[in-house]
């Protein structure tokens, strides 16, 4: 009899020892799964913020390059327009018509250049402000100084463009600022090209 019950107590001891065993392999398995659990979150939380970090600087970048690329447009297409001008100016005589239609013309050019320019502004980094400003400051120049006044003048009520021999005699000045836009707009693409493309670490 005692020894039964020494055999039931070596029972029941084994079965708690097992237990406890048991219960503690159990434990030890949820942790290593938990830890294991979170690490494979860290890591992919981590490699995703990688991911999105990676693709809005690309997104970032591939604008900055279609906005840089429509600046140049921009001012490409006002180079153009001044071009246009510039020959209906030199007609001998010039035709007013052809005049006031490139004046309308390079209002259209510019304004789409100016546009492009501000959206520069928005993307660009602070080191093209000075580039920006030499192209913008000489721009609103001859647009408020010489090419208003002289389409105010010829075209707006204020002049008479009727008499042949009279035409435009204020062209020699508007000739002149023409050709100094231009140079300052060459000037202006060949500084940007350098400063864009260290912008976008392609320089």
Do not use: W
């Not at 970032?60 to 510039?86: H, P, S, W």
């Not at 920006?132 to 009520?157: A, I, Q």
């Amino acid at each position: 009899m005692a020894s039964t019950r020494g055999l039931e107590r070596d029972v029941r001891a084994a079965t708690r020892t097992g237990r406890y065993a048991l219960a503690t392999a159990l434990c030890a398995a949820i942790v290593s799964s938990v830890v294991s659990a979170g690490s494979a979150v860290y890591v992919s939380r981590n490699e995703l913020a990688r991911n999105e970090s990676v693709a809005v600087a690309q997104e970032v970048r591939e604008n900055q390059q279609r906005i840089y690329a429509d600046l140049m447009t921009g001012v490409t297409g006002f180079l153009e327009g001044l071009g246009t001008l510039k020959g209906a100016l030199t007609e001998n005589p010039p035709d007013p018509e052809a005049v006031q239609a490139a004046i309308t013309v390079i209002r259209d050019k510019g304004g789409a250049a100016i546009r492009a320019v501000h959206m520069v502004l928005l993307v660009g980094s602070a080191q093209l402000l000075p580039a920006l400003d030499k192209f913008t400051y000489p721009y609103e120049s001859f647009f408020r100084v010489h090419l208003n006044p002289f389409d105010f003048r010829h075209f707006g009520g204020a002049g008479d463009v009727t008499d042949p021999d009279g035409l435009f005699p204020d062209r020699p000045g508007l000739l002149t600022e023409i050709d100094r836009m231009v140079e300052v707009s060459g000037e202006f693409v060949g500084d940007f090209l350098v400063r864009a493309r260290e912008d976008l670490g392609t320089g």
